[in-house]
Nanobody
Framework: QVQLVESGGGLVQAGGSLSLSCASS????????MAWFRQAPGKEREFVSAITWSGASTYYADSVKGRFTISRDNAKNSVYLQMNSLKPEDTAVYYC??????????????????WGQGTQVTVSS
């Protein structure tokens, strides 16, 4: 049974930082590209960032580029998202996701096979 468990969400003031973690089990972690998505109330789930199975390549949505950093540790079966200079518009539930489609970094939800339950990030102004 595959599980992705996010942690690290919370309430932070604008300009602050948070670090999210996603621990996986039940899959060969290094076989998967990993990504973070987010969903604000009343909005569709949107891509935030992704990292290839080896960690060699990363990709970011324009809205977070320069502020967020994705990383992974295959030995710990975990992926991370460091979020700096947070803005109120970053408020959302953040989800990690795993994609078996390793050749390309996808930004669409349909290309991700497994999802975590999400962690709430709230940025106050």
């Amino acid at each position: 049974q595959v599980q992705l468990v996010e942690s690290g969400g919370g309430l932070v003031q604008a300009g602050g930082s948070l670090s999210l973690s996603c621990a996986s089990s039940g899959l060969t972690f290094s076989d998967y590209n990993m990504a973070w998505f987010r969903q604000a109330p009343g909005k569709e789930r949107e891509f935030v960032s992704a990292i290839t199975w080896s960690g060699a390549s990363t990709y970011y949505a324009d809205s977070v580029k320069g502020r967020f950093t994705i990383s992974r540790d295959n030995a710990k079966n975990s992926v991370y998202l460091q979020m700096n200079s947070l803005k109120p518009e970053d408020t959302a539930v953040y989800y990690c996701a795993a994609s078996i489609y390793r050749r390309i970094i996808y930004t669409t939800t349909t290309k991700y096979n497994y999802w975590g339950q999400g962690t709430q990030v709230t940025v106050s102004s």
